[in-house]
Each structure stands twice: as structure tokens, then as C-alpha cells.
């Protein structure tokens, strides 16, 4: 969940066993260059990249060991110009004039030029050159160069720009080890003064001189007339054909929706098996357990505590890691930048624009790195709506929830050739869309209101993702939540199982005590009574408001709660069931009704698709809105917002469950 | 689409010549090559624009576009929503 502060942490723990680095390097480039492949070929450590131009938001830094010194690399946001329009581009600004609070000043800039587009990534770099710093300029992406037949004479270029140009391939490490030797001869040597284009101060802070554009590109151009041998330009290249369907007025938001439905689709039918796998695993671990130990507290709290609570929410890695999957294709071939561009249109009269939307869909995966995606919007109350609203997109925490309620009490028919599970899922992930979209407009139009920012995009090269950098991706963040499992949710589960054995009954002489009486009358039981009023309308019992409680910390611990729950009830000796089977069965102990009809678990769901059930989300949103009395209203409204409508949500869905007839299952 | 006063400050800043064949980006045609004239948009976007290559005498290509305009500039693909298309006048070039 917490994946991009997790990468830093990692590294100012490993950083911080290392000697004091002697040699401190910033990656400077625009967005989509190249840029995190040529720091993951420079460092090795792994890091997310992606196609959409604005993706890499956090500080990430790593380093390597050279003739026994270690260099420092930090890499930083993507930028245009040396004139900052963003939160993200006035980050990477600060700490190339050397300004940034606890970043120290870099020795040497590297530029990343992407050969592709070189004419536009020269801009920067010559504002960079200007800035009489020492410089090295990586040259990536040569092998497409090569491969469209288009020829750079390096040594023109060096000539022209009056420093050091490496060319570099840093999907296969080409041209990396003479970067590094670069780097080293560029920080020793004394940097004679430059001004490439114009004679006017090229400080930062001065307001940029309308014609300064032309004059730059003219001048590069000119370069680029030397340095460059390209074949006739193509008029309409296969991308742009491409385009023209995928971002066509009709087709366009037709395609989109096909794709992600596709996804969530491709998530539920192909998952499903693979979480199965890991389910039988679980329960075999469950048993051995059991069988290997006497009896007791100690076996209790492994088998019921730990195996059955952890377990219940590592059982759904396989899905989170599709999902994870799905997004990173998405945004290494190219598309969800298109994507962004065509949702414009339609997110414009909620007061959103398409780079809004990039941090939404995001929020699919996990709300935290997507609350940091959205410093990529320039507009501060269009970004604070995005931000404030991005909990309500379905993130895969609630995945399990979904999937397990979903596997468990929706039939598996089938409608119109898709499954009715899987049309389940959808219309829950479709649910928190419109609610987060509502909420948007609601917004925009009240409390932030402010005129919207132009959508001015770039749309990268289409491209196939590389099967490295995707599982590289995938793992980093299948990895966290796995983190979480083995920490945060295991000691909820540990707590939730002590509460829910604890206090014991006292029985009377002669009478032996039930599981379920031993449950209600726990620290856990007592409390779920309490609450139970409450979630009554909604069709809830006290043990799914014990549930309710105890993921307040994160919404992965309701499935463990109700795993511990159960596995409580049943007794450790009892055959240990998948969750799913025990839910079916279980029974109102004065009717004799199932607890669990199909109506209550879509309510339940639709509890979680609007709830902010996630300490993670509520801390990085206080953070990114400035922290303060400030950041605590909006945090505070937007959890009050999000519990009220979870309320209304799932009450609406279990009267009108009711009303349509669907209760009686 | 092009107010009179607009079109009185491009005769002076041209010299007075032909203002007929100027356009708003936006009414541009796909494959149409054209030079940008100026930049009437909000200044905070002109600023954005100008560094990406969009600027006062850059030509561009029209790549096509519903809802907005793609834009080639020097090899890279710029997409640019409606409203912005019509505040960015350009002149288009025969070739």
C-alpha cells in the first residue's frame, strides 16, 4: 500500500549503512524519456517505470559503487523547461539549482535526451547547459534510432553542445559503464562559462521571455540539421493510425470501457483458479499444524490467529497482482495516456480534466502512490477534488472483500455470455467510479471552485511493455502488501483472535458452553453488540460489525477478521473450511435463517465501496494536502463524506434488495 | 472565431498582410501543415506550450483529433484539448 514511501524508506536504510557518498548525481529529462530505465540500468535497484508522461513524482534515489566511491543518483520528475507549472516540476527545479530543502546540490546533471525526440528534449538541455554546471548528456533510446534507420553524429553533437553526449541503450545496459566514466571525468573538470542561445540572464526565477522559445528552437534545429540523417519523414506513422481509432469521438470511450471490462473480467475468471491454489496451500498449512500440536492456546492462536487471519488475505495476491499487471500494461504501451486524452471530454463537466484521470484509474490499484500521482495536476483545487475523491475508485484492498462475498453468495450463471460474478465485480468497481465522479462535480462546483486548467499531453511512443520492467513492477508491489500481511494484519489478527477468546465464559456446573455463546460474551462480542444497532438497518449482524471495527485500519482486515471469527466459532479441531463455505452456512442461532443472504453480502460490498477504511490513504492525503488544521478538515470531511454515504449505500442496497425480491436466498 | 481587435493586433504584427487564410488550431484539417501565429490562450498555458514547441512562428503538423487536436511537433505527438485549439491561431502552410 504503501509502495513509493516504502522504496525510500528502503534506501535510507540501506544508504545509511553506507559511507558518506563522495559523488551526488541528479537525472534530468523530460517526462517519458527514458529516464527511470536509465536509472534502474545505472543503479540496478528497482524502480516503477511507465509510459505516462509524470509518473515518476517521488524523490527516488539509489546508487552504485565505482573505484571504491559510491555515486549517488537521485531521479527526478520529469520536466519541460527549467520553468516549473507543477508541484512535481518545481520539485526536480529545487534540486537543480541546487535549492531543494534536504536534498544536497548534485556535482553532475545528467541529461536524458530521447534520441526519438530529440529536437524537444534538447530544449530543456540547453536551459540545463546554460545553467554552467557540470553536465553529461545520456542519449537514450538508440536502438530505435537504429532500427528507423536514423543516423546521430555523436561527435557533432559534443561539438555543438559543448559537453559530454553518451549514447546509451538502457533496456540492454549499452553505453552504461562510459556514462559512469563520464559522470567521474565530468565531475573532476573545471566548467568553462556557456551561453549556447541567447544573451539574456537564463535565471530561473525571471519571467520567461516570450520569443526565448523560438530563438532555443531555432537554434536547435540548426544542430539538429548537422548532427542528424533521417530517412523521409513519414506523414502518418502506424502509431498515429492507431490513434486515430483508440482516441476516435465514437470509438474511443467505447474501446476504454471494453478494456477495462476486459480487465476486471480477466481479474475474477483467471485469478480465480490461481487463488484456489493458495487457498488449498493455506489449508494444508492449517492442518499441519494443528495435527503436529497438543491442544491449547498456543495452537489456537496459530491455527485460528494467524494461519486462518493472514492467510484469508494473502489468498488473494494472485488477483492483486493481475490488477497490478493490467495497470502497468496499460501505462507501459502508451495507452492510459490516450486514455486520459479521450476521458477529457466526458470528465470535463464534473470539473475534472483527463490528467485527473490517470490518478483515478490508478486508484484501482491502491490510493496512496495515486494521491502522490495526482502532483502531476497543475490546478491546486482540481488536484485537491482529485485527491479528496480518488478513495471512493475500488483500490485492491477491497478486492478480497469483493471476491470473497462475491465467490460465496453471487451464482455462477451466466449472462449473455459474461459471468454474473464477474458482472458483479464491475458494477461494484463502477459504483465507486460515479460515486467518486459525484463527488467530483459536487465539489467543483461548491467548496472548489476554480476555473480549469488546459489539457496540453503528451502521448508517448506506443510501445511493447517489457515482460522485465513489468514484473519487476509487479513484484515491488505484490511484495508491500505482502509486507502488510506479514505485519499490520497479522498483528490485527493476532489482537482480533485474543479479543475474540477473551474474556472466557464462566459455564455453569454441569453445562458445557457453546462456541457461539463463547463468542458473544468475548471483549470482541461485547463490542460488536454495542455497535450492532447501527448496522442493523443495513442488514449486518454484531459479527460484521466486529469485522466493520476492526478494519478501521485498513480494509484487508475484515476478511481476517471474519477468518479468526469463524475459525474461532468452529473450534480448532473442526475441519478447517474455506471462509466462503462457512459463511453460506452459517445461521441465525434463534431463526434458524441464513445469516448471509445475497442481499446482504452486495450490501456489505457496497459498504466497502464507499467507506475510508484505510489509515494509510487518510495519512498520505493529510500529507499531500499540506498537513495542519487545514489538511485535518478536508480529511476529516472527506471521511465523514465517504462513512455517510457507505451507510446510505448499503442501506439503499438492502431495502431495495427487498423490494426487487432477491432476499430470499 | 478571430474578434476584430484580434485581428487588428495581427495586422500589425504581421505588417497588414493576408489575414483570410488565418484560422483558429482547431478548424484545421488532419495533415495539415501550419505555422502558429499566436498565442491566445491564457498566458499560464502559453507558457506551458512554449518550451514543447508550440510557439509564435513554429510549425506544426495536424494529426488528427476529435474532441481536441493531436499535434505533431518536431517527431513528438502533443494532444491539445478543444478550447485550447481555438485560442491558438495559426496560418496554414501550401507546401
Known amino acids: ?665 | 472565431m478571430v474578434s476584430r481587435r484580434h485581428r487588428a493586433k495581427l495586422q500589425i504584427r504581421t505588417g497588414g498582410t493576408a489575414t483570410a487564410t488565418r484560422c483558429p488550431l482547431g478548424q484545421c484539417a488532419p495533415g495539415s501543415l501550419v505555422v502558429v501565429v499566436q498565442l491566445d490562450c491564457a498566458p499560464a498555458d502559453a507558457r506551458r506550450l512554449r518550451p514543447l514547441g508550440v510557439f509564435e512562428g513554429a510549425y506544426v503538423r495536424v494529426v488528427g483529433g476529435h474532441h481536441g487536436t493531436i499535434l505533431d511537433v518536431r517527431g513528438a505527438r502533443l494532444a491539445l484539448d478543444s478550447d485550447l485549439a481555438r485560442t491558438i491561431i495559426v496560418e496554414p502552410v501550401s507546401l
Open chain 1, 1 to 665: 500500500m504503501t509502495d513509493t514511501l516504502a522504496l525510500v524508506q528502503d534506501e535510507s536504510r540501506d544508504t545509511g549503512e553506507q559511507a558518506p557518498p563522495s559523488l551526488r548525481v541528479a537525472l534530468v529529462g523530460n517526462p517519458n524519456s527514458g529516464k527511470s530505465t536509465l536509472f534502474n540500468a545505472l543503479t540496478g535497484l528497482r524502480q516503477r517505470v511507465a509510459n505516462f508522461p509524470g509518473v515518476t513524482v517521488e524523490r527516488v534515489e539509489g546508487s552504485y559503487r565505482r573505484d571504491g566511491t559510491t555515486v549517488e543518483v537521485i531521479d527526478l520528475p520529469g520536466m519541460y523547461s527549467l520553468s516549473a507549472e507543477s508541484p512535481d516540476e518545481t520539485i526536480a527545479l529545487d534540486v537543480v539549482l541546487g535549492r531543494a530543502d534536504g536534498v544536497p546540490a548534485a556535482d553532475v546533471l545528467v541529461v536524458v535526451v530521447d534520441g526519438e525526440r530529440m529536437e524537444r528534449n534538447l530544449f530543456l538541455t540547453t536551459q540545463v547547459l546554460e545553467l554552467r554546471r557540470p553536465t553529461v548528456i545520456a542519449l537514450t533510446r538508440m536502438d530505435r534510432l537504429d532500427a528507423a534507420g536514423v543516423d546521430v553524429d555523436v561527435v557533432e553533437l559534443i561539438h555543438a553542445l559543448g559537453t559530454v553526449v553518451v549514447p546509451v541503450v538502457a533496456t540492454r545496459g549499452e553505453g552504461i559503464d562510459r556514462l559512469r566514466h563520464a559522470i567521474d571525468v565530468a565531475a573532476e573538470l573545471p566548467r568553462a562559462s556557456l551561453h549556447l542561445v541567447s544573451d539574456e540572464a537564463a535565471g530561473a526565477d525571471a519571467e520567461p521571455d516570450v520569443h526565448d522559445a523560438g530563438r532555443r528552437y531555432r537554434w536547435i534545429a540548426s544542430v539538429v540539421s548537422r548532427v542528424v540523417r533521417r530517412r523521409p519523414p513519414v506523414a502518418r506513422t502506424p502509431g498515429d493510425r492507431v490513434d486515430a481509432i483508440v482516441m476516435h469521438r465514437a470509438a474511443g470511450p467505447v474501446i476504454f470501457l471494453a478494456v477495462m471490462a476486459l480487465m476486471f473480467e480477466a481479474m475474477f475468471s483467471l485469478g480465480r483458479p490461481l487463488a484456489d491454489a493458495v487457498q488449498a496451500l493455506i489449508t494444508l498449512t492449517g492442518r499441519g499444524i494443528a495435527a503436529s500440536m497438543p491442544p491449547g492456546e498456543l495452537r489456537g492462536l496459530l491455527v485460528d490467529g494467524v494461519v486462518n487471519g493472514v492467510g484469508s488475505v494473502v489468498v488473494f495476491v494472485p488477483q492483486i497482482a493481475m490488477l497490478f499487471l493490467f495497470i502497468g500494461i496499460l501505462e507501459d504501451t502508451g495507452y492510459m495516456a490516450r486514455a486520459a486524452f479521450v476521458m477529457d471530454h466526458w470528465m470535463r463537466p464534473l470539473g475534472l480534466r483527463g490528467k485527473s484521470f490517470i490518478p483515478l484509474v490508478s486508484g484501482f490499484a491502491c490510493a496512496v502512490p495515486a494521491v502522490m500521482g495526482a502532483r502531476t495536476v497543475q490546478e491546486p483545487k482540481e488536484r485537491l477534488a482529485t485527491i479528496l475523491v480518488l478513495p471512493l475508485m475500488s483500490c485492491s484492498a477491497r478486492l478480497p472483500i469483493f471476491t470473497l462475498l462475491v465467490g460465496a453468495f453471487v451464482p455462477p450463471l451466466s449472462v449473455a455470455g459474461a459471468s454474473l460474478q464477474g458482472l458483479t465485480l464491475l458494477a461494484m468497481y463502477l459504483l465507486g467510479t460515479v460515486a467518486a465522479l459525484a463527488t467530483a462535480a459536487l465539489l467543483r462546483r461548491t467548496l472548489l471552485r476554480a476555473a480549469t486548467r488546459a489539457l496540453i499531453m503528451e502521448l508517448p511512443t506506443w510501445s511493447l511493455p517489457s515482460a522485465r520492467v513489468l514484473a519487476a513492477s509487479v513484484w515491488r508491489r505484490v511484495r508491500v502488501f505482502l509486507r502488510e500481511a506479514g505485519t499490520i494484519i497479522f498483528a490485527c489478527a493476532v489482537v482480533v483472535w485474543a479479543l475474540a477468546t477473551h474474556p472466557r465464559p464462566d459455564p455453569a456446573p454441569g453445562t458445557t458452553v457453546t462456541q457461539e455463546q463463547a463468542l458473544s460474551t468475548s471483549a470482541l462480542g461485547r463490542i460488536g453488540h454495542v455497535i450492532e444497532p447501527a448496522v442493523r438497518p443495513l442488514g449486518f449482524d454484531w459479527k460484521i460489525a466486529v469485522s466493520i471495527v476492526a478494519s478501521f485500519t485498513a480494509r484487508e482486515v475484515f476478511v481476517s477478521t471474519m477468518g479468526t471469527l469463524y475459525g474461532v466459532e468452529r473450534g480448532a479441531d473442526n475441519e478447517t473450511n474455506s471462509l466462503a463455505e462457512r459463511l453460506r452456512a452459517e445461521r441465525n442461532p434463534s431463526t434458524g435463517a441464513p445469516v448471509y443472504t445475497t442481499r446482504v453480502a452486495l450490501a456489505l460490498m457496497a459498504f466497502y465501496v464507499f467507506a475510508l477504511m484505510c489509515t494509510s490513504t487518510l495519512a498520505i492525503t493529510m500529507r499531500e494536502i499540506g498537513g495542519g488544521w487545514r489538511g485535518m478538515r478536508w480529511v476529516t470531511l472527506q471521511f465523514t463524506w465517504m462513512l455517510a454515504l457507505a451507510w446510505v449505500g448499503a442501506f439503499l442496497v438492502y431495502r431495495g434488495g427487498a423490494f426487487f425480491g432477491t432476499g430470499g436466498a
